[in-house]
């Protein structure tokens, strides 16, 4: 079966650091690969999607970027982070199906 | 820009009664699907109705679709305190890039036990 994991689970970075969040797949292969984030009780926006290795699209022009360096694998990334780019980012997957498969999320709080 | 936008934004209901949720969109869709949020976690897909389907069942859960109106609905009946989630509507925009859900702001429901 497939299984998405999305890691670290929350993290505290101060501004100006990097990041780099991780999003893995398995159990399926060449999947479309998406990064959402979300505010405190809003909807999803889609920040980043591929459907392939270094295929990136992204959808909002921002201080983030995105990364495919294989095939189930998807890396969002910061040189500098800003405070306005705390949230939650959830990272999901679809396959030949229009359904989407998420993973827990990270909850980012730039201080 | 959020193709789907639900209403209410916010739903507390008693336990066993019913809750419906509705969704508008904007553009022609293929089919659109509605997913369930428990707080701080990621989204859980529920049910998919596609653009040539008016109704669909699925336990408790009831979706209409209205192409005419651009809109859709969700109904839980006999809502139990383990409903009490954020639901969001999503339409997919299909293009060389896949199938991109859109989802909307979402409806937070609450259910008193």
């Known amino acids: 079966s497939q299984t998405i994991h999305q890691w670290p689970a929350t993290l505290v970075q101060p501004v100006g650091s990097p990041l780099s969040l991780e999003c893995t797949v398995e159990g399926t292969s060449n999947p479309n690969l998406y990064w959402y984030r979300q505010a405190a009780g809003r909807g999803l926006q889609l920040l980043f999607y591929s459907v392939g290795i270094g295929q990136i699209s992204s959808e909002v022009p921002q201080n983030l970027s995105a990364s495919r360096p294989q095939d189930r694998q998807f890396i969002l990334s910061s040189k500098k982070l800003l405070l306005s780019d705390s949230g939650f980012y959830l990272c999901?997957?679809?396959?030949?199906?229009?359904?989407?498969?998420f993973g827990q999320g990270t909850r980012l709080t730039v201080v | 820009s959020q193709q789907g936008e639900e209403d209410p934004q916010a739903l507390s209901i008693q336990e066993g009664e019913n809750a419906t949720m509705n969704c508008s969109y904007k553009?022609?869709?293929?089919?659109l699907q509605w997913y369930r949020q428990n707080s701080g976690r990621g989204l859980v897909h529920l049910i998919l109705i596609r653009s040539n389907e008016r109704e669909k069942h699925s336990g408790r859960l009831r979706v209409t679709l209205d192409t005419s109106k651009k809109s859709s609905s969700l109904l839980i009946t006999a809502s139990r305190a383990a409903d009490t989630a954020s639901y969001f509507c999503a339409t997919v925009r299909n293009n060389n890039a896949g199938n991109m859900l859109t989802f909307g702001g979402g409806t937070r429901l609450m259910v008193k036990p």
């Open positions: 999901a997957w679809s396959g030949t199906t229009p359904k989407a498969f």
């Open positions: 553009t022609s869709i293929n089919n």
